[in-house]
């Protein structure tokens, strides 16, 4: 596969100095005609390392990224601000404010330092094949697929086991498998952090099929993606009213962890 792609272009940012970059936001990448938050969470990613790139400087990665996502931003041009809040021996913090046409939209911190080379020392994974199975749902072809515009980009799939929602059957768990891709490339660190967020509402499950927005999201990368499939759950622990919760764990193709990520939303009806 080649080193670049269309998820490799999407996620760059142009300083324009002190701590200050622009960005597009495409509409390949959004849910609905907005920005998938996953993909936002990989863009405040990249401002916040590509601050600290230059002659000279180390190496490092994303290591946890937090977002409060104050309002929905459009397609088109974003303002991206950094602030270096910490720097360490192991970590610097940097905060990341995303805005457009001078609104806050976004507003993150990202913890970054170096992603671990060697395998967990101990690990409680899900029990879930490296690749999608023959029966697995390519989610371009179902009838959302206009809504949900990452299939543009990203080969997904999901497991029709425990997708109650797929024929109208309330009552599964709240519990979804899927395996994901860039198209055209190989996984990073920060399409990691999409794959976080890839998954249609667990609350599909309940029959609560309307739009989701996050309120806060918060992703760790713990290793660095081998090339192949990133295999991903998701589950909720609790849905309160309108309020719900959702964690994703993301495998790659070797069986290492390499994203944790958790969520809470807001489903459409309660």
């Known amino acids: 596969m080649p080193a670049g792609g269309a998820f490799a272009a999407a996620v760059k ?37 590509a601050g600290q790139t230059g002659a ?53 911190m990202v913890t970054t330092g170096r992603l671990p ?15 999608p199975p023959g029966n697995a749902i390519d989610l371009s072809t179902v009838p959302s697929a206009s809504v949900f515009r990452l299939t543009e980009t990203c080969d997904v799939r999901l497991d029709p086991n425990g997708a109650g929602f797929l024929h109208g059957h309330v009552g599964d768990p709240l519990r979804l498998r899927l395996w994901a891709r ?7 660190p920060l399409f990691a952090l999409v794959a976080g967020d890839i998954s249609m509402p667990v609350t599909f499950n309940l029959g609560r099929l309307g739009w989701s927005p996050t309120v806060q999201l918060t992703a760790h990368l713990r290793s660095r993606p081998a090339p192949g499939w990133l295999r991903i759950q998701v589950e909720s622990k609790a849905v309160h009213g309108m309020w719900f919760d959702s964690d994703a764990t993301v495998v790659d193709s070797t069986g290492r962890l390499v994203c944790q990520a958790r969520q809470l939303a807001l489903t459409a009806t309660a």
């Open 13 to 49: 940012v142009r300083p324009l100095g002190d701590g200050t970059f622009t960005a597009d936001l495409p509409a390949q990448w959004t849910v609905g005609g907005r920005p998938h938050g996953g993909f936002l969470l990989a863009l405040l990613a990249r401002a916040a390392v």
């Open 56 to 108: 000279g400087a180390p190496l490092v990665d994303p290591l946890s990224v937090s977002a409060q996502f104050l309002r929905p931003p459009g397609v088109g041009p974003v303002l991206l601000r950094t602030d270096v809040r910490k720097t360490g021996r192991r970590t610097t913090v940097v905060s990341v404010h995303l805005e457009q046409s001078g609104r806050a939209c976004v507003e993150g």
């Open 117 to 131: 080379r060697e395998r967990a020392a101990w690990a409680d994974l899900p029990n879930q094949p490296p690749e």
């Open 182 to 188: 860039p198209r055209g490339e190989h996984a990073d």
